[in-house]
C-alpha cells in the first residue's frame, strides 16, 4: 500500500528545514510519495493564536541551543543558526508556489533551504535573494516576477487556510491521510507507518 505525506513547510522554520531532509532521508529507504505544501507560518500563526517558539525567550534559546543541535546531529544534517532570522518569509513562500508550477520545486527549495540554514544568508534581502537562485540555476527573474502573479498569491493564501482548516497551528505540519504530525521531531511516528504501510 503506498503512502501519502503531505508536508506543510515555510522556509524561515528551522524545525521545518530540519524535517525535510529527515523525509528527503527516508526517501531512500522507503517508498512513499511526499506533496510539499507551501504555507507562510505568520498566517498559521495568526489564525490559531499561536506564535513562534522563540517568542519565549527560555523556550527559544533552549531550541536553538541544545534542542535543534541535537536532531541536526541525529540526522546528520548541517544546521547553522541563521543572524538574520526571522526574516519575511512572504516571497519565498510565493516563489515556492511559483517553483512548483515551473517545474523547478526541488532545486528551489534545496537553494533556499541551504542558503537560510547552512551558508545563513539573508534572504529577506533581495539582492541576495536572487543572487543565491542564480547559482542554483534557475530563472530568478521569471521566479520573482511570479511572486507578484495573482494566482501565485492565491495559491499560498488557499494552502495557509488549507493547513489552517485542518487544524494546523504551526509548521512543519505533516499528515498521512487525515492523521496530523506537528513538528520535525514527530517524524519517528511517520517512519513506523513507513516502516508498516498496512498501518495506515
Known sequence: MSITVEFYFDFGSPTAYLAYKRLEQLKQKYTFEIIYKPVLLGGIFKASNNQSPVANPAK??????????RFAE??????KFNPFFPINTLPLMRGAHGA???????????????G???NELNLGDAAILKTTLEKAGLDAEKLLALTQEQHIKDALIATTEEVVARGAFGAPTMYIGDEMFFGQDRIDFIEERLKVPELK
Open 60 to 69: 527559544g534559546a533552549y531550541m536553538l541551543t541544545h534542542d535543534l543541535p
Open 74 to 79: 541525529r540526522y546528520n544534517v548541517p544546521l
Open 100 to 114: 512548483i508550477q515551473e517545474g523547478c520545486f526541488e532545486a528551489y527549495t534545496e537553494a533556499l533551504y541551504n
Open 116 to 118: 537560510l540554514w547552512q
